[in-house]
């Protein structure tokens, strides 16, 4: 079965990229993503320019079909504002995520990892329609990469 990390190398293409960001989501997985000078959050906007990314993101999830009903019965602006939090502290910015943890909110909900990797390829179109460049894109992506083991559930 593919990765998370196979989808963004297969879904960006080229080698070269490929490898840099193979060797950034080594570095996450190692857990040595924290560094001095933390400009992601700048990078993507600040909060309201993760607001955006959410939002846009979220579009594309509800229009998804291989992910869109996995939403039915869900509160979207409150899983918008918590995805707006979570992004934000893990792109270095000042929030902090208090929700609950992502494995116990995913638990239940039989996702795998082509549903995974179809989320992320949401969030690449939301973040390419809002001009973010693609290494800023990778940066948040690789950090967010480890998330996967909590999310997917089967």
């Known amino acids: 079965m593919p990765s ?10 080229g080698a070269m990229r490929g490898i840099v960001l193979a ?8 857990g040595q993503c924290a560094v001095a000078n933390d400009t992601l959050y700048g990078d993507l906007g600040g909060s309201a320019g993760i ?3 959410v939002d846009a993101e ?8 291989r ?12 899983l918008k504002e918590q995805l707006v939090i979570f992004i934000c502290q893990v792109a270095g910015g000042p929030c902090r995520y208090t929700g609950h943890d992502l494995h116990t909110v995913h ?3 039989h996702l795998t990892v082509a549903d995974f990797n179809s989320s992320v390829e949401d969030m690449q179109h939301a973040m390419d329609d809002l001009g ?3 290494a800023t894109q990778n940066r948040l992506l690789a950090r967010l990469a480890p998330f996967e083991r909590d999310i997917v559930t089967r």
């Open 4 to 13: 998370f990390q196979a989808g963004i190398l297969n879904f960006r293409g």
């Open 23 to 30: 060797g950034i989501l080594w570095t996450v997985a190692l």
């Open 51 to 53: 607001q955006k990314i």
């Open 58 to 65: 979220m579009v594309y999830h509800l229009k998804n079909p």
């Open 67 to 78: 992910i869109k009903t996995q939403f039915d019965d869900t509160n979207i602006e409150r």
């Open 107 to 109: 638990k239940g909900m």
């Open 132 to 134: 973010i460049a693609y």
